[in-house]
Nanobody
Framework: VQLQAFGGGLVQAGGSLRLSCAAS????????VAWFRQAPGKEREFVAA????????YYADSVKGRFAISRDNAQNTAWLQMNSLKPEDTAVYYC???????????????????WGQGTQVTVSS
């Protein structure tokens, strides 16, 4: 599976962006899809994840209520809708996927074997 993340950009605080993660090479409908982010000088951190049927999603506490993850298996695409953006959301955002993710390990980067190239999100104050 090849993943391509896009949709990043520069936005003012309080604004919104929608990131997309497109999968190719193999159907991603059986994969758990997640978003992680990495700010300069910081470790990569979990943002959100969504399970196979789209009915179960997970969020980092820092983005709950502001971000929403969704997917369309027919399009092999997942999205991360980001609202009420803050300067601290500035980071490179990566989408990731895995066929098998233990529920307790959903927020761990090590659980995911497929990664996109990342897209830069910059939130100005």
């Amino acid at each position: 599976v090849q993943l391509q993340a896009f949709g990043g950009g520069l936005v003012q605080a309080g604004g919104s962006l929608r990131l997309s993660c497109a999968a190719s090479g193999r159907s991603s409908s059986r994969f758990v899809v997640a978003w992680f982010r990495q700010a300069p000088g910081k470790e990569r951190e979990f943002v959100a994840a969504i399970r196979l049927n789209g009915g179960t999603s997970y969020y980092a506490d820092s983005v709950k209520g502001r971000f929403a993850i969704s997917r369309d298996n027919a399009q092999n695409t997942a999205w991360l809708q980001m609202n009420s953006l803050k300067p601290e959301d500035t980071a490179v955002y990566y989408c990731a996927a895995s066929q098998t993710v233990i529920t307790s390990a959903t927020m761990q980067a090590e659980s995911y074997g497929y990664w996109g190239q990342g897209t830069q999100v910059t939130v100005s104050s």
